[in-house]
């Protein structure tokens, strides 16, 4: 449902994809994502939360905003580092980072909500500088195979979402709020 310049959906105001140009395939009557504009308008939707998170006004989440900055597992500043899927969901969990110890591994809907197909190179918005063009893990399992789980690319060229075997070092980017449980 759109309703002034959002889109809601199962009751959560949704971002906007990025794209702002329109390429219709056919007649005028053709209407694509860069037409409407469904969606939270892109230049206030993020705030920088001047203590190392970003708070995201669509989706009501905070995330971490250079994972690099945390050490260990995480890397250091400007050079994040990657990890095995279980090692993610675990030191995402045991975060004590801005005055919060409820951090955890985005799903792949809300991790998905990030990604800008606006932005060329590594499709997501600045405030996130040190975000590799590369997958990062989501904390969703594909279906019933135990040994895979969804990651989100950040790579302009490539698919948006893609499944990968836990034991592969991947990124990570924690993030708290959100409804858990209902």
């Known amino acids: 449902m759109r309703t002034g310049g959002w889109t809601r959906r199962r009751g959560l105001w949704l971002p906007r994809s990025g794209q702002t140009a329109s390429y219709p395939n056919g007649d005028a009557t053709d209407r694509d994502d ?3 504009q469904a969606g939270w ?9 001047g203590d190392g998170t970003v708070y995201d006004r669509a989706t009501g989440l905070t995330w971490v905003q250079e994972p690099g900055v945390l050490g260990g597992v995480f890397g250091s500043a400007g050079s994040p580092g990657s990890m095995p899927w279980l090692t993610a969901l675990a030191q995402c969990e ?15 809907e809300e991790l998905h909500s990030l990604r800008d197909y606006g ?5 997501i918005d ?19 195979a135990s040994t895979s789980a969804w990651t989100v690319v950040f ?17 990570v980017r924690p993030v708290r709020g959100g409804r858990i449980n209902g």
Not at 41 to 49: A, I, L
Not at 99 to 106: E, N, Y
Not at 119 to 123: A, E, I, W
């Open 126 to 144: 600045v405030l996130f500088p040190d975000t590799q063009a590369a997958r990062y893990w989501s904390s969703t399992t594909q279906d019933s």
């Open 34 to 36: 860069g037409h409407y």
């Open 155 to 171: 790579i302009d060229e490539y698919r948006a979402v893609a499944s990968a075997g836990k034991g592969v070092y991947y990124y």
């Open 41 to 49: 308008p892109g230049t206030t939707r993020f705030v920088d939360n």
């Open 94 to 108: 045991a975060l004590d980072y801005a005055g919060h110890t409820d951090w955890r591994l985005p799903n792949v």
């Open 119 to 123: 932005v060329t190179g590594t499709p």
